[in-house]
């Protein structure tokens, strides 16, 4: 492998690229709406090792399987009356099911970490729904970083995290949302919880399955739950309305920064540009990050999730 990864255009010639090198065994990197995930066939132990490899991630943590369709999610895992609700609802889209693993369903015993369960995701990207249908293939795709470090939203971030461990990127521009997906587990008797908040709300959740119902077992079910990740690799300092003289201030709304989020408060504005900032702010000079208050409605969620284990690095 060469010392930079070999950039795909987003066309037919490079989504077909993508699907051969996956066929093959050799994860790509890949744009989704949410965040560039690293991709390889969820049925090969081998090719799902090079993930774990690639990203030095710990071997407990489960991989989403990112599928076509409804069809595709069926034979990999049971779904009931409230995820077939729930995916008529939100896939294609940022929405990440806990479901029961099927019986004999073909993915490699790393994807699910030795869980009883697997995560599924039906994924809105043109590119990627391009190359889950041209490679005919479930996709284990984490997001295409190192393990514990900033989410990638552009080819660009892939190649200085990943480098020379990735074979190759298919470039698709920025990412969209910028923020992973929210990850919901169904459990027994109609209970359901948010284990990573995202795009989804839980409030638009809860409209379609009543009130969550958490459980006190706090087991690693899902990407993302870590509590030390996305991590800029500096200390990060959370709600600062003025950055200290060796803080590099990420800002948002009235609280300009070195980088802002979104000048205007827009929250979606501000999840696109999250990773993007903590990717500068670890880039910059200063030794420390400061990032401005924001708020906890709607998507803001999902944006102090990943703020407060970013701090936690």
Same mark, same amino acid.
Request: net charge positive; no cysteine.
């Given at each position: 492998m060469s010392d930079k990864p070999q950039l795909l255009a987003p066309d037919t010639t490079g989504i077909a690229q993508a699907a051969a090198l996956l066929c093959a065994g050799t994860p790509v990197a890949l744009p989704t709406e949410t965040v560039y995930g690293l991709a390889a066939r969820a049925d090969q132990p081998q090719a799902v090792a090079a993930i774990y490899r690639a990203k030095g991630r710990p071997e407990f943590n489960p991989l989403i399987v990112h599928v076509p369709d409804l069809a595709a999610a069926r034979a990999l895992a049971v779904l009931d009356d409230r995820?077939? /609700? #729930? @995916?008529?609802?939100?896939?294609? *889209? /940022?929405? @990440? =099911? #806990? =479901? !029961?693993?099927?019986?004999?369903a073909d993915v490699a015993p790393a994807v699910t970490a030795g869980l009883p369960t697997i995560a599924l995701r039906c994924p809105a990207h043109p590119l990627m729904r391009a190359v889950l249908r041209e490679s005919s293939l479930p996709l284990a795709a984490p997001s295409a970083n190192r393990s514990g470090g900033v989410s990638p939203t552009s080819a660009a971030h892939v190649a200085a995290s990943l480098g020379d461990r990735v074979a190759a990127i298919l470039d698709g521009g920025p990412c969209d949302q910028g923020v992973e997906s929210t990850i919901i587990a169904l459990r027994a008797e109609g209970h359901w919880q948010v284990?990573?908040? *995202? !795009?989804?709300?839980?409030?638009? =959740?809860? /409209?379609? =399955?009543?009130? !969550?119902?958490p459980v006190a077992d706090q087991r690693i079910e899902a990407p993302g739950q870590l509590a030390s990740h996305y991590s800029p690799g500096k200390p990060l300092r959370l709600d600062a309305v003025t950055a200290r003289r060796d803080e590099y201030l990420i800002g948002f709304g009235p609280v300009a920064g070195a980088i802002t989020l979104s000048a205007s408060g827009d929250l979606a504005e501000a999840a696109a540009n999250l990773y993007a900032a903590l990717h500068a702010a670890a880039a910059a000079p200063q030794p420390r990050v400061a990032a401005?208050?924001? !708020? /906890?409605?709607?998507? *803001?969620?999902?944006?102090?999730?990943?703020?407060?284990?970013?701090a936690a690095g």
């Open positions: 995820a077939e /609700a #729930v @995916t008529a609802a939100f896939w294609p *889209g /940022a929405l @990440t =099911l #806990v =479901l !029961p693993l099927r019986p004999g284990l990573r908040h *995202g !795009p989804v709300t839980q409030d638009a =959740l809860a /409209a379609l =399955l009543g009130p !969550p119902v401005a208050p924001i !708020p /906890a409605e709607g998507i *803001g969620a999902a944006i102090n999730d990943r703020l407060r284990r970013a």
